[in-house]
Nanobody, 115 residues
Framework: EVQLVESGGELVQPGGSLRLSCVVSGFAFSSVDMNWVRQAPGKGLEWVARISEGGLTTIYADSVRGRFTISRDNAKNTLYLQMNSLKTEDTGIYYC????????RGQGTQVTVSS
């Protein structure tokens, strides 16, 4: 059974930082590219970042480039998202996903950026 379990979301003030984690099981994690997607309140899914299977190549949405960093530890079957300089518009549910559209994703973790 494929499982993706996100954690690390919480309430943080604007300008703050968070690190999200996603533990994966049920498939060959080290053999696939991985993504983070998010959903702001009342909006659809938005792709955030992608990392290649070996971790050497990363790409980001314009809205987060320079502030967020995607990484992975294939030995631990874990995907990460380091989020710095958070803005109120970063508020939403964050999902790790196998595909950029987020069809195959976890249950999500809530990030709220508010003063």
């Amino acid at each position: 059974e494929v499982q993706l379990v996100e954690s690390g979301g919480e309430l943080v003030q604007p300008g703050g930082s968070l690190r999200l984690s996603c533990v994966v099981s049920g498939f060959a994690f080290s053999s696939v590219d991985m993504n983070w997607v998010r959903q702001a309140p009342g909006k659809g899914l938005e792709w955030v970042a992608r990392i290649s299977e070996g971790g050497l190549t990363t790409i980001y949405a314009d809205s987060v480039r320079g502030r967020f960093t995607i990484s992975r530890d294939n030995a631990k079957n874990t995907l990460y998202l380091q989020m710095n300089s958070l803005k109120t518009e970063d508020t939403g549910i964050y999902y790790c996903a196998v595909d950029p559209r987020g069809v195959r994703r976890g249950q999500g973790t809530q990030v709220t950026v508010s003063s």
